[in-house]
């Protein structure tokens, strides 16, 4: 019910539940240069120490370091050619959905990864606070099943209270929520108001962007400089109590899940 295999069809699911699948987005020859790139640029990033370019997951540690789960700003790491495809690619596909709520702006562009059999959790949340303020997309370079999401009529996202804001934490008591099933190639789009919960027990490689509405149409060169890294390898330090209280959270969210 939440699958399209062209433009028209997500633009009329994505209005119905606030998100859809868009099944082989990309072609297999593609999702492998996007991948190589990928591989490429993590193991670089992560064959050094930790800086504000990686996204840490501070509910496992290595050591006394918490793994990476993410890495930030990529594009401008990506050969030209790959990177003017995949924006290109990428504005021509949601324009429809995006264009009429003025979401102009693709930013906050990630790898996520992981590479390990370990399960990777994060608590319920909505990414902001209003419909339409700003869409989650993804797009796949594996196969990944897990990732869980509630639909735009469900009650709890329409409630207006801060409880519900950005961040905000749910028990995980839900069981009205779709477990997303993805292929390598395949496109993710949600409105970040849609409560939902990053959740994956095996290895996994997407690329997540942000559509938002707060801020001018950028043309394809400034989107693609402005996600410069310069600044950002600069080598940082993560608290000793950091390990504690993520390792606490994460344990209080796995006793709710069998709790409820």
């Not at 909505?126 to 469900?154: P, Q, S």
Request: hydrophobic letters at 35%; aromatic letters at 12%.
């Amino acid at each position: 019910m939440y699958i399209a295999t062209n433009v028209n069809d997500a633009t009329k699911i994505f209005s119905e539940l606030g998100f859809v699948l868009f099944k082989n987005f990309i072609s297999e020859s593609f999702v492998e240069s996007l991948k190589c790139e990928s591989n490429k640029l993590i193991d670089s990033c992560i064959s050094g120490p930790i800086t504000s370019r990686m996204q840490l997951n501070t509910n496992y540690y290595i050591d006394e370091s918490p793994s990476v789960w993410g890495i930030n700003d990529f594009l401008c790491d990506f050969p030209s050619h790959s990177t003017s495809k995949l924006v290109n690619d990428l504005l021509c596909a949601t324009n429809n959905i995006t264009s009429m709520r003025n979401l102009n702006k693709l930013a906050l562009n990630r790898i996520h990864f992981q590479r390990k059999k370990f399960l990777h959790k994060l608590f319920w949340h909505h990414d902001c606070v209003e419909f339409n303020k700003n869409f989650v997309v993804n797009l796949y370079l594996e196969n990944e099943t897990g990732f869980r999401l509630t639909d735009r009529l469900n009650p709890v996202n329409s409630r207006s209270d801060n409880v519900t804001g950005r961040g905000g934490m749910y028990l995980s008591s839900r069981n009205d929520y779709i477990t997303i099933s993805c292929e390598a190639g395949d496109l993710l789009i949600f409105d970040g108001r849609l409560l939902h919960q990053p959740y994956n027990k095996s290895s996994r490689m997407h690329l997540h962007f942000v559509f938002q509405n707060d801020i001018r149409r950028l043309g394809q060169k400034i989107l693609i400089e402005e996600n410069d890294c310069l600044g950002r390898n600069d080598p940082i330090t993560v608290p000793f109590n950091n390990k504690f209280f993520s390792k606490s959270k994460f344990v209080a969210q796995y006793l709710l899940d069998k709790l409820f």
